[in-house]
């Protein structure tokens, strides 16, 4: 067995984000810590579930599922891994990727926001993607609707590359409105996932998801969200990785800005108000 079969058994297992495993296996190999499980090396008893899924999966099974949807397998070292995820507290063990991959290693722009945006912040979101794209970058988003749909549009529009980081399976259209708008993603960019094919989203998964979102990106722009929003966590995620965050303005009494001015105000985002303030600001602080 190698590594890649390996890291391809232990990502079935494991969930997301799990951030034992992932310091377990960034800190020696996929097929040593699967050596390890497989010769009782870890708790039997605290991962009991964990070593009987690992016992009754193949490489082969796990691999041939993925390839089965046009699907590539990614693991740190091959030419399309995103290797900012590295970066990461809690690295992905590997990514499901499909489309045009060489979106994944290009200078590219997070742009992320709330699911029920006003008509200024659905106008802002696309401005933004198609003057990034006017500059060679790749627009980031997670593939939902609101701002991320109006991002990939934005991007797809001014004929440009855009990368999906969704919360399920490759082969999970959610939500389902948008399938139409992931195939058009796979023409010229990409969909990522960190979830095995037939998986749906789960709540926490949108969570995890968005470190990747952040990860994979140069810079994280937050057009509108609310105080609350899942969005500040992914700005938040940059931020610990030392990455540009940038947040649009909005009216002060607007709820969807909230999140937006709370970056603001506590000094964890850069107020932007035009895609030459954004470039500026990226490129300063690059």
Excluded at 118 to 127: E, K, L, V
Aim: aromatic share 6%; charged share 20%; glycine share 10%.
């Amino acid at each position: 067995m190698n590594e890649r079969e390996a890291r391809a058994i232990l990502f079935a297992a494991v969930e997301g984000g799990h951030s034992f495993w992932s310091q377990e296996i960034f800190g020696s190999t996929g097929l040593s810590v699967l050596e390890k499980i497989l010769a009782g090396g870890y708790d039997s008893i605290k991962y009991a579930s964990l070593i009987t899924e690992v016992k009754a999966l193949t490489a082969d099974y796990v691999l041939s599922s993925i390839a089965t949807h046009g699907a590539e397998f990614l693991i740190p070292g091959d030419l399309h891994w995103p290797q900012g995820c590295e970066e990461l507290a809690a690295p992905p063990i590997a990514l499901i990727a499909k489309g045009n991959l060489d979106s994944l290693n290009a200078d590219s722009l997070a742009i992320v926001g709330t699911r029920n945006p006003t008509n200024y912040g659905a106008r802002i979101a696309g401005d933004f993607a198609a003057g990034f794209v006017d500059r060679q970058w790749v627009i980031v988003s997670g593939g939902a609707y609101g701002i991320d749909s109006f991002a990939h549009k934005g991007a797809l529009i001014a004929e440009g590359a855009t990368v999906a980081v969704i919360a399920c399976g490759i082969d999970v259209n959610y939500p389902a409105g948008n399938i139409r708008l992931f195939a058009e993603i796979c023409e010229s960019g990409a969909l990522v996932t960190e979830v095995m094919p037939g998986h749906k989203a789960l709540p926490h998964r949108f969570l995890t998801r968005n470190r990747l979102i952040a990860a994979i990106s140069n810079a994280t722009l937050v057009v509108e969200a609310a105080f609350r929003s899942g969005s500040l966590r992914t700005a938040r995620d940059a931020a610990e990785l030392m990455r540009p965050v940038m947040a649009i303005p909005g009216p002060i009494n607007s709820p969807t800005s909230e999140g937006c001015h709370r970056l603001i105000g506590e000094r964890a985002a850069e107020i932007v108000t035009s895609v030459a303030d954004a470039v500026e600001f990226i490129g300063i602080n690059q």
